[in-house]
């Protein structure tokens, strides 16, 4: 097991990273449980990771509940919210009540802003069973729910005691899924450090093959990424927002095409291209460096063309991006591969001649 | 006008309290707005008041929209919440957005945790127009909204970024609203400071005819006495719980005869003579005590009497308070007059012999 520590102001909490880790989960939620716990999972997760989850609680003497929702991103969504609330009163749970997320990406937001909210904040662990919500969304406090109008528009910054990744989990996750991970891992690869992208393009056959050593370091050589990030940016106010390469547009297309038709991990690969293809456009990045992009997505089996739509439809969605500021659409490009800045003034006619690149 | 400065980790806010502030609105909202406001109100203030809030904006050249809403308790719910989400969105609002929230503690707690969550937290500031408010809730960053089950019970730790008490908004407030506002003002009293209370029982009659120099003062101890305790425990670990005196009580008859019927000051009012009852059958005080909060109370012509139910239906409420803790109802009681104290390991029985002797 390895195990980063996450610093932020006035909290701190471990990550720990390893194969097999549910076996010994008792151990490691001990320090962070008090009177009780309630597990938020969902209908695919459940089946497969409750019962070591229930057995840890047990183990440790504390009274539990479990509340199911149904799977998919199209359930991150105030109804499910509603669920939870509705079923964490229902078992009377208080604020000495811990709550495990037990599940990817949207458990992990729905469960983390569940925690902040319920009774204006109970403590939480997150254990991702994802390779997205493992290497990215498990890491940085970022909590919430989609709104009909746009992707992650309610929500909170709030920290958990503590996450909890067991790579063995990954074994059961759909293809599709992993390789929607990946999409993640390869761009904390072209964030920040051109060395771990060459040894990303070395290792990705071992990745796609679940390779447990390569996994692990991959994942935490991300996690360590993003922590670092967070430390000098918790609430996103400068060099955070470079983690949402790819996710303007990303966000657009899984707005537009229904949540849950597209994976997240799909929308950002096909994003990450419309981002190189547009910094190429303003002479930051050669046309060979795309093409590196394009074809380590495509080892990891990702797509790297958008959806078919048109030019007002892709500039309705990303007029409600959080980063925008005065009305101005703020975009995430590269200056180089391994070098990320925000930049504004992104036009109508940008996005046409940009879609006719692509 | 006077000005305090509220002091919570990592985040200073003032709170400015006078008559007629509205009018010079522009020059007190100026250091807090940046692109653009949404105002947040309902719709008996908005026809008062919305008027010269628009017209600072309008000064300030900052453009604005704004949300109402229907007036009321029972409109402080999930269904409301995502009324102002869904118009911040539709008004392009982002996250250089101001919130000013121009109400009474329904809106403020509304407003202050749509500000909370709304794209993670966006600033803003609170224009209390009722006592209640000016006195109470727009200090100390609670925010929240009811759930079915409970009041209070999602909700966020948010401060804003000003709060702006205008006394002359007072005088449009109906007389019952009023009163309310005046249990929470006793509250303060008996939590304490003897003095204070001495105090309040000598200038009662000129607050119950609105006078404006015994309203500003007054305003602005409770203010006080609140920022106070709020800086030593933001989060409620301790000393805070105290400000919920009555309010165990008050939560359980606002619940049970519906939001809305009993307005929160008054089902606080009633709840302060249960827990005064309780504290007498405690021996903490004397039956002289509890009936010189009696006749404080009546004097601001605030109920003194719960409304008939059974000690089953009371515990059934009481049972989700936030204060419990594994299970056991946890109440504020009257050490002596001026000091209160959270005690544990209140039975059926007890509330059954309580409701006897009221």
Redesign the interface.
């Known amino acids: 097991m390895q195990t980063l520590q996450v610093h932020t ?2 909290h701190s909490y471990p990550i720990h990273i390893g194969h097999r880790l549910l076996d010994n989960l008792a151990e490691l939620i001990r320090p962070h449980i008090r ?1 009780k716990a309630a597990i938020i999972s969902n209908e695919t997760v459940a089946p497969l990771y409750l019962a070591p989850v229930e057995a840890a609680c047990r183990q440790l003497g504390i009274p539990f509940c479990a509340i199911i929702l149904p799977d998919g991103e199209q359930y991150k969504s ?1 109804e499910s919210l ?1 669920q939870i ?2 079923g964490l ?2 078992h ?1 749970t ?3 009540t811990t709550l495990l997320a037990l599940g990817g990406g949207v458990i992990g937001d729905l469960a983390g ?1 569940a925690a ?6 109970i403590p939480f662990i997150q254990i991702p069973t994802t390779l997205l919500s493992q290497v990215d969304s498990s890491v940085g406090g ?1 909590t ?1 729910i989609n ?1 009909p ?2 992707k992650n ?5 709030y920290q958990p005691q503590a996450v909890i990744a067991d790579t063995a989990t990954l074994r059961t996750l759909p293809p599709r899924e992993f390789s929607a991970g990946l999409a993640e891992v390869i761009k904390y690869a072209l964030l920040g450090d051109i060395n771990f992208l060459a040894q990303l393009e070395h290792t990705m056959p071992a990745l796609m093959q679940q390779d447990q050593a390569a996994l692990a370091g991959t994942i935490r050589h991300c996690c360590q990424m993003k922590a670092d990030i967070v430390e000098q940016d918790e ?2 106010h400068g060099i955070r927002a470079h983690l949402n390469l790819g996710h303007t547009f990303g966000h657009a297309i899984e707005t537009q095409m229904g949540y849950g038709n597209w994976l997240h991990g799909e929308a950002v690969a096909a994003g990450m291209v419309l981002a190189a293809r547009l910094s190429e456009r303003k002479g930051y990045l050669k046309t060979a460096d795309t093409e590196r992009i394009i074809r380590l997505l495509q080892a990891a089996r990702l797509p790297v063309s958008p959806p078919d739509f048109s030019a007002d439809t892709w500039l309705a969605h990303m ?2 991006d ?1 980063k ?4 101005q659409i703020r975009l995430v490009l590269l200056k180089q591969l391994g070098q990320a800045a925000v930049e504004a003034g992104f036009s109508r006619e940008d996005m046409a001649s940009l879609l006719q690149s692509v």
């Open positions: 102001p006035g009177d105030n509603q609330y509705t009163l229902q009377h208080d604020r000495r802003f902040a909210t319920y009774q204006r904040g970022k919430g709104h109008f746009g528009m309610i929500g909170a910054f609430k996103e007029q409600h959080k925008n500021q005065a009305g």
